[in-house]
């Protein structure tokens, strides 16, 4: 336990919480202050894509296979997509989407952001890193496609436009999450019923937070 | 969500009001968690979807699996294994069947893309990726029969281990395409079945062929 007097040092009051005088246990402390809370998920978030442009880039000194190549990228994109739309996506920003069919075979798109930030909510360096990693990567491989085009090295075509497909498909999920839809969004507060030990400082949050937010969709 | 429909939360209504509501009460409980599961539940959910997904392959019966929780892991693992086993020339050389390879690549996910197309416009209720995920699975028995083929081949490559291989495909062809007309003919009207059928006989058909004339240097 700290004894915080006066006014807290600058670090405890960041974006995601204002807390003053909370005698919060040693770890709780180092995770706020820490501008990096997911440090795995930011890793992995950066790692598989970065990965698939070196890869691509110079693929001619790792193997002289053609095959290796193409399948080594392509499963690295694949371990991209999966992974930032399952797992870095709602640990760094918390938000979600995702396609759904219900009973009578209609499908929907649902996009979810979470609502109230908690303990472990992510810091703005992170959400700095996965909007830039989520928006530089597809620009790239946008490049990669002309090059492509232009040098007629046609055979990896089918690779890069697999590769903007994938990274793009995030890349709209996430802005479509991030800006809320034209469809009809009920407000969810995921975490409300799970962290009863902090009510006072979500129900402060909900009253100043006047951003506009949005939750899961409500299949008609 | 039937349960949902009577939920209607405008604008103006005061943020803190909202807390009280239980807001979601019929939704399923995975939805609050698995925002915040850890990636290992996530991995080994997702890894156990795919797995129940070939086994509905292998015994085609109705079955909401393939249909409604889609994913398309299981056909690019299909399609890179089968494209890997279809490649000819030697591995290590410059020019080592690359082109082959991104060939069946191509066939294959375009092929599947002009099925989905077409039933979609015949007035078919399947969404686009849950017919991909179909087609794509149910590319299973191919597989199987490729390998086959390729061990049959390390044998010999005689009369005997042509008729083998070829009653092997047809086996595996004719099963591809039952698996997926099973899943797929249902949602089309019925005097459109044929319509719809034809095409995917044919998608698997060229697949049959690629296996059945192929040759190893």
């Avoid at chain 1, 700095?128 to 046609?154: A, N, Q």
């Avoid at chain 1, 996430?174 to 799970?194: A, D, E, P």
Wanted: hydrophobic share 45%; proline share 5%; glycine share 6%.
């Amino acid at each position: 336990p700290c004894a915080l007097t006066g006014s807290p040092p600058q670090a405890l009051v960041d974006d995601t919480e204002d807390v003053s005088l909370d005698f919060g246990s040693e770890e709780e402390l180092a995770l706020r202050k820490a501008r990096i809370r997911h440090p795995l998920a930011t890793f992995f978030h950066l790692f598989f894509r970065v990965s698939a442009i070196v890869t691509y880039l110079f693929c001619d000194w790792f193997s002289n296979s053609f095959v290796a190549c193409f399948v080594t990228i392509l499963l690295l994109l694949s371990f991209d997509f999966w992974s930032v739309k399952n797992v870095t996506g709602r640990l760094l920003v918390g938000l979600r989407w995702w396609n759904q069919i219900d009973e009578d075979g209609k499908s929907h798109w649902v996009f979810e952001a979470k609502r109230v930030p908690t303990i472990a909510a992510s810091t703005e360096a992170e959400a700095r890193i996965f909007w830039l990693g989520l928006i530089i990567c597809p620009v790239i491989w946008t490049l990669f496609l002309f090059s492509t085009l232009f040098s007629l090295k046609l055979k990896w075509l089918a690779l890069v436009i697999a590769g903007i497909s994938l990274q793009s498909a995030n890349l709209y999920g996430y802005i479509h999450c991030k800006l809320g839809g034209q469809k009809t969004i009920s407000r969810v507060t995921s975490r409300l019923f799970g962290t009863a030990h902090v009510p006072q400082r979500q129900s402060r949050r909900i009253s100043e937070d006047g951003t506009e937010d949005h939750g899961k969709t409500v299949p008609r | 969500f039937p349960g949902l429909a009577d939920v209607s939360i405008s604008q103006d209504i005061p943020v803190e009001g909202e807390i009280t509501v239980p807001v979601g009460s019929h939704s399923p409980d995975e939805d609050y968690s698995t925002l915040d599961e850890p990636v290992k539940d996530t991995i080994m959910r997702d890894l156990k979807a795919v797995g129940k997904k070939f086994v509905h392959v292998m015994y085609p019966r109705k079955s909401s699996a393939l249909l409604r929780d889609w994913d398309l892991w299981g056909p690019l693992v299909l399609c890179v294994s089968l494209a890997l086993m279809l490649q000819g020339g030697s591995a290590d050389s410059k020019d080592d069947g690359g082109p082959q390879f991104a060939e069946v690549f191509v066939i294959i996910w375009f092929g599947a893309v002009v099925i989905t197309l077409n039933s979609k416009l015949l007035g078919g209720t399947i969404s686009f990726f849950q017919s991909l995920c179909v087609l794509g699975y149910c590319v299973l028995p191919l597989t199987v029969a490729m390998l086959v083929c390729r061990l049959v081949l390390l044998v010999g490559a005689g009369t005997i281990s042509f008729i083998i291989r070829l009653i092997v495909v047809v086996a595996m062809f004719g099963w591809s395409t039952l698996a997926s007309t099973a899943f797929l003919a249902d949602s089309q009207p019925p005097n459109r079945k044929a319509l719809v059928v034809y095409p995917i006989f044919l998608f698997y058909f060229v697949i049959s062929w690629m296996i059945l004339t192929f040759t190893p240097q």
